[in-house]
């Protein structure tokens, strides 16, 4: 297939057993120290997309699509070869602080563990990498954190922990599920600023999953920003920030606080649960929607190099100013 | 640490000091009885508590405190036997059934419900009865009856870890099933589980008691607290002594482990892990404490 990077995904199509659809047609390629933002309001599907590509189907089923790690192809890689792959090439950072530990373990021994399950390393080994992993994100008191349970640690000092817990294996790519989220806005900032440094000492790609318009314009290189389990627009992050294509986009930048008082403009309407229906997935609250929006599928529209955005009116109508 | 969290601890501690007393009394019994518990001597018989037997003398002639010392072995050790034997067959079973779900799960748990739907001493007795008498079989009887309460308890939480991300991210972090399994979701469904077990240590001393009295356990000569009830029971007008202290051991010894069970419960409860155990004290008072 064309665009052999470190994790491809290619018309990825994701639904419920019941029937109910969650992504459509999503596509998306991650090369090595990239750092990619997938941006989006709740429920459009961000998360489902990690965990399809993780292959943690738990309730959900992939229908179509496929996902390339280094060009092989997980949804037919035998089980123990991806459970293999999970940790040393793709490690996992979720939302809420420390909820990737055991809360009972004290959190060297969780090092420990995740780092002998895939390679026979000694304690003190696994000890001394662990500690050079939180002093490299700005832990103080690292052998202290290594004896402590995660109850005994801040929201921050948690958070950093786990993306260290996610690193000790040295994944080829980390995904995070809006990392920052929980977290108070100073921490956030730092946080962003290690998890790009991490990318700088080991290039680890990045794929972020956030709502945090702070996040994608500080760490991205590229921006896939989703509505209604389709992204509708792609592109690098100058590009998509600087000239958002999709209405969806311009809205969402329209939407962010200013400091000069202008109060941000809410995007009308809701979601409707009928995007999957509709030809183009923001139909209904797109302030410039053509008639023949109702009727054309909306497509894929190049814009400048690897920009695109999946909005006919959008383009044919030069909202792309 | 809180105040209270330190009584706890101390409370524990003495608790445990005492229980510990207790297996070391059972241990040394042989050496520490002032009479032998099995010679039988009717000129004695009947004998109020006095300087030669501090509890009295039995319908034969036989030291009543004596009898008590030998006896505590039997019934404490023998309940300790059922309580650990059950908690691990029943975590055995709960856990797999949670976490693997499927045709085993749903094979297992309908058991767990027929064996539930019968009162607990009922089918004990009809156990201990099939397999005969006797104290082994007394164990395996109170076992047969206790090990799916264990075992509907262990899959409860081990369902709702399953769904935990820690859990979640060791299998992302590429730990295997089995590791996860032993490493994760055991010990935290193991802490909820031993406050059950040390609960229930005082009730399986009284159901094992009751299999005795009834004639089911312990065979003479073999003493143990629940026959020398059943056997004082006819003397009950002339020598009360003789039912009297062998129950006041049988008292004692299950506050004791009730006690110690509360307290081990106190002591673990996880306010800062999970919030598992008031469910456990709900399940617990649902279902009316103890088992049997």
């Not at chain 1, 939302?95 to 959190?107: L, N």
């Not at chain 2, 090990?147 to 081990?158: E, G, H, I, K, M």
Request: aromatic content about 8%.
């Amino acid at each position: 297939m064309e665009h052999i990077g470190l994790l491809d995904v290619h018309h990825l199509t994701v639904g419920y057993p019941d029937g109910g659809r969650v992504l459509q047609d999503i596509s998306l390629h991650i090369h090595e120290g990239e750092i990619v933002c997938v941006i989006g309001e709740s429920g459009c599907g961000k998360s489902t997309l990690l965990n399809a590509i993780l292959q943690m189907p738990g309730r959900l089923h992939i229908t179509e699509g496929e996902i390339l790690f280094r060009g092989r192809n997980l949804r037919t890689l035998p089980r123990e070869e991806v459970r293999r792959l999970r940790g040393t090439g793709m490690g996992m950072v979720f939302q809420e602080p420390g909820a990737s530990m055991d809360p009972i373990r004290k959190i060297g021994a969780q090092f420990y563990e995740t780092m002998r399950a895939h390679a026979p390393i000694s304690r003190r080994e696994a000890m001394g990498q662990a500690e050079d992993l939180l002093a490299r994100l700005d832990l103080q008191d690292t052998r202290r954190i290594l004896g402590s349970y995660p109850v005994e640690l801040s929201g921050g000092q948690k958070q950093r922990v786990a993306i260290a817990l996610a690193m000790a294996l040295r994944p080829d790519i980390l995904l995070a599920d809006e990392p920052t989220s929980a977290l108070d806005v100073t921490v956030q900032a730092q946080i962003v600023e290690e998890l790009m440094r991490l990318r700088d000492d080991f290039g680890t790609a990045l794929l972020v999953v956030t709502h945090n318009m702070g996040v994608v314009s500080r760490m991205a290189d590229k921006v896939a920003v989703m509505y209604g389990g389709r992204i509708v627009e792609y592109g690098y992050r100058h590009d998509v920030m600087t000239a958002p294509a999709h209405p969806y986009t311009r809205a969402l930048m329209d939407a962010i606080p200013r400091p000069d008082g202008t109060p941000p403009k809410a995007i009308p309407g809701v979601r409707t649960k009928k995007e999957f229906d509709y030809p183009c997935p923001f139909l209904d609250r797109c302030p410039y929607a053509h008639p023949a929006c109702r009727t054309e599928k909306a497509e894929k529209i190049p814009i400048h190099g690897e920009h695109w955005t999946l909005c006919n009116a959008g383009f044919k109508g030069g909202a792309a100013s | 640490m809180t105040r209270d969290k330190r009584f706890a601890r101390w409370r524990l501690i003495i608790l445990l000091a005492l229980a510990a007393l207790l297996g070391i009394l059972c241990l040394l019994a042989p050496r520490l009885v002032p009479n032998d518990p099995y010679k039988v001597d009717l000129l004695q018989a009947k004998q109020p508590p006095g300087a030669q037997f501090p509890f009295g003398t039995d319908g034969f002639g036989r030291c009543v405190f004596s009898r008590i010392l030998v006896g505590a072995r039997v019934s404490i050790f023998s309940a300790l036997a059922v309580v650990g034997i059950t908690l691990v067959i029943g975590c055995v079973i709960g856990t797999l059934c949670g976490y693997f779900g499927g045709a085993v799960d749903t094979v297992f748990m309908r058991l767990v419900d027929i064996f539930l739907a019968f009162p607990g001493m009922v089918l004990a007795l009809a156990v201990a009865g099939m397999l005969g008498t006797g104290l082994g079989n007394a164990v395996i009887a109170l076992v047969a009856t206790g090990w799916p309460q264990y075992a509907r308890l262990a899959r409860s939480f081990v369902l709702t870890l399953r769904e935990e991300n820690f859990v979640y991210a060791a299998r992302l972090n590429g730990q295997s099933t089995w590791s996860i399994l032993l490493r994760h979701i055991l010990p935290n469904a193991l802490r909820p589980l031993i406050v059950t077990a040390s609960l229930s240590i005082g009730g399986t001393i009284l159901g094992l008691s009751g299999l005795s009295f009834l004639g089911l356990g312990a065979q003479p000569p073999a003493v143990e607290w629940g026959s020398m009830l059943s056997d004082g029971r006819g003397l009950m007008q002339q020598a009360p002594w003789i039912v009297f202290y062998p129950g006041l051991a049988i008292f004692i010894t299950v506050v004791l482990f009730n006690l110690l069970g509360d307290s081990v419960r106190d002591v673990l409860d996880p306010a800062d892990a999970f919030h598992i155990f008031r469910k456990v004290k709900a399940l617990r008072h649902r279902k009316g404490i103890p088992t049997l």
